[in-house]
């Protein structure tokens, strides 16, 4: 337990952290790097240079805080965070490093207010904040279909629009199994690039008679060119082995969730896919809103055509100004339990539609192209 002279100090810092969060964790992943480049295999760089990974971290920090007096109840918060680092081997003696150079940012951004009961207080509560994640990582590891990097072959690289490709990757050595709205980690060494990189792609089909099929779109974000993603379309080839780490994920449909819609836009369909082929098959009431630029633009025409044949109602938007949707695509909607997913931008935009629209937030459910924290959700 945490004395309560130091838990007083955790909660004056709240205001602190709301105003320097960013520029302390900006300042942390500097320094962090410097001291240990080898950690540069695991992060992503682009989020480290557009700014989404240093906000989800000050995210996190600040929902720690405001919970102090029952840190469980930040665990439903973090269990995204804990997936992806469980996909990512991100391991407990990672923690203390992680721990150090986040203090020494908090140091060198607030200088002399920073005073040595202000660090004493927040090392001693990151210890315990690290031990919440090394716990349900544990258990995650333990879960997971399997251990550590696994190769794969690439069976099909197929083109569904002009900028994604959908990949079926097969091993003979692994139980392909996993949860519809789930992703896999791919580890390539782009050439160039420098490190070992690491990215995240939705599995986006429940049919693995042919392998795992997930897909991958060429990305440029605020004029960073996606490395592994470019990496991906022009350079792996059928027949090409693949490094992947097991299935993980918290983004699922709850069993008891029977009438549901699923909204995604642009690449925000591969998860969606998986969950509506899922729910299609169990049965159950599916309505499935789409929206993207334009027909070109439409991914996985074969999947929708198949759902859509089996039951699921299902409407194709085509809009030039990024393919939001908006409240009147919800119409009757408003018993159903709702399933999101597209970029942070698109995320954004539906989720003050669909609260305009009058529906509760606790039956929207989220997943984001980005870090979640990001969102200030």
Known sequence: MIAEAKKQIIKDTVPVLEEHGTEITTVFYKRMF?????????????????GDQPK??????????????????????????????????????????????????????????ATPEIIDAWGEYYGKIADV?????????????WEGFKPFVVKKKENVTPDIVRFTVDSDDVAKSFTAGQYITVKVNPEGYGNTALRHYSICSMDTSEGIKFA????????????????????????????????????????D???????????????????????????????????????????????????????????????????????????????REIYICGSMGFMGTMMKELKERGIEESRIHFEPFGPKMSLGA
Do not use: W
């Open 257 to 335: 969730h029977d009438k549901l819609l699923f909204i995604a836009g642009g690449v925000g369909a591969t998860p969606v896919m998986a969950m509506a082929e899922d729910t299609v098959a169990k049965g159950k009431d599916v309505k499935y809103v789409y929206s993207c630029i334009n027909k070109d633009h439409q991914p996985f025409k074969d999947q929708m055509a198949a759902i859509e044949a089996k039951g699921a109602d299902l409407k194709i938007k085509f809009s030039e100004t990024e393919g939001f949707l908006s409240k009147e695509d919800f119409v009757g909607s408003e018993d």
């Open 133 to 145: 994640f090394i716990g349900i990582e544990k258990e995650m590891y333990e879960a997971a279909a």
């Open 34 to 50: 410097e001291a240990h480049p080898e950690l540069l295999n695991i992060f992503n760089k682009t989020n480290q240079k557009v």
């Open 216 to 255: 991958v779109k060429r990305e440029a974000i605020k004029d960073k060119e996606g490395v592994v993603s470019n990496y991906m379309h022009d350079s792996i080839e059928e027949g090409d082995a693949l490094f992947l780490s097991a299935p993980a994920g918290d983004f699922k449909v709850e069993e």
């Open 56 to 113: 989800a971290l000050a995210m996190t920090v600040l929902a720690a805080a405001r919970h102090i007096e029952d840190i469980e109840t930040i665990v439903p918060a973090v269990m995204g965070i804990a997936h992806k680092h469980r996909a990512l081997e991100i391991r407990p003696e990672h923690y203390p490093i992680v721990g150090k150079y986040l203090l020494e940012g908090i140091k060198e951004v607030l200088g002399d207010a």
